[in-house]
């Protein structure tokens, strides 16, 4: 049995290493690094201007499975990314912002939702990105915890 969930981890991860994959994650690196320098410099209401054109002058549309599919790989190099590279433990805000840079890239209708915990409004908070309405990927307000401070658009 274990010897399977190596092996099953071991296809996902030579999936995710795979060569034809590296122009995504080269793309979600370069993304994250401008989401954390923008976090840095900006302010909130600010955070995500200029990151809502789609590509191309495309119009909003829904969803389709393979956006779904690149968005959850985006997803996933995001977190690499954080966790391996830059040691953050707080992933919330920078993988929101890259999820909705590339969600809008695509031209789908996503916003960012930036909320601060309900219980001492000091320090924990959450982001989060809803595509077409629906948190992506995630709870949108685990637990009804957060009061939200700012939606973008």
């Known amino acids: 049995m274990n010897c399977d969930r190596n092996r099953s981890r071991l296809g996902r ?3 995710l290493l795979s060569p034809r994959r590296w122009p995504l994650a080269w793309r979600t690196w370069r993304d994250l690094l401008e989401a954390r320098r923008r976090i840095a410099r900006l302010p909130l209401e600010r955070l995500c201007e200029g ?5 191309g002058g495309q119009g909003s549309h829904a969803a389709r499975p393979d956006e779904l599919a690149t968005l959850a790989l985006v997803r996933r190099w995001t977190n690499i990314f954080l966790a391996v590279l830059l040691g953050n433990r707080r992933r919330c805000l920078p993988r929101s912002l890259v999820l909705f840079r590339w969600a809008r890239r695509m031209g789908l209708v996503a916003s960012v939702h930036l909320a601060i915990s309900r219980a001492d409004f000091a320090g924990d908070g959450h982001a ?3 595509l077409e309405g629906r948190p992506l990927f995630e709870a949108a307000d685990p637990d009804g915890r957060f009061a939200e401070l700012h939606r973008y658009p």
């Open 51 to 55: 990151w809502d054109q789609p590509e």
């Open 13 to 15: 991860l030579a999936s």
């Open 128 to 130: 989060w990105v809803e």
